[in-house]
């Protein structure tokens, strides 16, 4: 039975796990959920994620939630050294790279992503302060990417794992609505890595 | 050699790996990062954490950072099922969990805990406007808690994980500051029962 993903694909959370479907060729049938029309928050849907939010899905009857969690569940059944568990060391460097993206990128990329694309969509205004706030701080935060990038090719390692794709949703994002934000030698040499690969091409405009 | 743990000792993310090392029966040498005169941001401590923030370990010169990231490799370590990895249904259940309180508990809980406690301990203003918004967030997603905690135990199943414990801090510091937000019966339950362990007990006012 093919894997059913529930969502919505202008969302991040969506598109970070169908970009992972592709890197990992699983086939995959996309039920949409029209969050327009509040189908996130009926009871049907709840019943499969219980915070009212995209994506979810349904493996052969068995579910799931959160999109990360998602990620870790299929690289794992795979065998995919995306995420690294057959060695404990490296496993436990992925989970600090896999940190490191929820920590101290998501918290401000997203917060940009919704100010800057997901309000004005709903008519909402986009609070400047508040972008001009996270930029500065993702814009810090990065700096420290740019150390580790120096050090290695890859955030968890010499080679790519989750916690590099976990990005591209959001990163993309920022780069569409003009924030040059790997614009520094090693941020802009692993970008241009990870955003380039086929898996992200295929879904980044949809999902 | 024993495993050493940088941090500081009233610090929430410090006390995360700290409640975990008790939980797993791990002896640990706290070394306290003293925070007030910026030793997390001098060139010997970045070179363990390079963002400069705490807590950071060295486990025989094996070195990680980010307190959840410690939490699982201890816990893998120490073959605690904690951390369910040898069960790939119920280590993505685990994941889902373990997402939830990032992505759902975390940015409300510590948001209000910086405005309410923080902030004040160093001299500064409450902002009163952030702390409804994020409360009545937190609030929402709280009753998404009430319905997972009425199916099951705990958050991953009907096993305790690392996925409760990671609550134990920012959740302290809210019911310590008055914030009685587990008030609902399912939730009242769940919190009860996560932070009267004796694990928590010995680290919820110093690592």
Request: neutral net charge.
């Amino acid at each position: 039975m093919v894997l059913t993903i529930y969502g919505f694909a202008p969302t991040a959370g969506t598109r970070r796990i169908t970009l992972i479907c592709k890197e990992l060729n699983i086939p995959y049938e996309f039920v949409v959920v029209d969050l327009a029309a509040g189908e996130h928050k009926t009871p049907a849907y709840l019943e499969k994620q219980p915070f009212g939010q995209v994506p979810a899905i349904d493996d052969g009857g068995f579910k799931l939630y959160e999109s990360r969690a998602i990620g870790r569940y299929l690289a794992a059944k795979a065998g995919s050294p995306l995420l690294p568990n057959s060695d404990p060391k490296k496993l436990a460097e992925f989970e600090v790279a896999a940190s490191i993206e929820y920590s101290n990128f998501d918290p401000f990329a997203s917060k940009i992503a919704y100010e800057k694309v997901f309000k004005p969509v709903q008519g909402l205004a986009t609070d400047e302060a508040v972008v001009a706030e996270c930029l500065a701080a993702l814009t810090a935060k990065l700096e420290i990417y740019e150390v580790i990038l120096g050090k290695q090719k890859y955030l968890a390692g010499d080679k790519i794992t989750l916690a590099d794709f976990f990005h591209l949703p959001y990163g993309s994002i920022l780069v569409q609505v003009g924030f040059d934000v790997f614009s520094t030698p090693n941020l802009k040499r692993w970008w241009n890595d990870i955003s380039s690969r086929p898996s992200w091409q295929a879904v980044k405009d949809s999902a | 050699m024993v495993l050493t743990l940088y941090g500081f000792s009233l610090s929430t993310c410090t006390r995360r790996v700290a409640v975990v090392c008790k939980e797993l029966g791990i002896p640990y040498e706290f070394v306290a990062v003293n925070l007030a005169v910026g030793e997390h941001k001098t060139p010997a401590y970045l070179e363990k954490q390079p963002f400069g923030q705490v807590p950071a370990i060295d486990d025989d010169g094996f070195k990680l950072y980010e307190s959840r990231a410690i939490a699982r490799y201890l816990a893998a370590k120490a073959g605690s099922p904690l951390f369910p990895i040898s069960d790939p249904k119920k280590l993505a259940e685990f994941e889902v969990a373990a997402s939830i309180e990032y992505s759902n508990f975390d940015p409300y809980a510590s948001k209000i805990a910086l405005e309410k406690v923080f902030k004040p301990l160093r001299g500064l203003a409450t902002d009163e406007a952030v702390v409804a918004e994020r409360l009545a967030g937190l609030t929402a997603k709280l009753e998404a808690y009430e319905v997972i905690l009425g199916k099951q135990k705990y958050l991953a199943g009907d096993e305790v994980t690392l996925a409760d414990l990671f609550h134990l801090p920012y959740g302290s510091v809210l019911v310590q500051a008055g914030v009685d937000i587990f008030s609902t019966p399912n939730v009242k339950r769940w919190w009860n029962d996560i932070s009267s362990r004796p694990s928590w007990q010995a680290v919820k006012h110093s690592a």
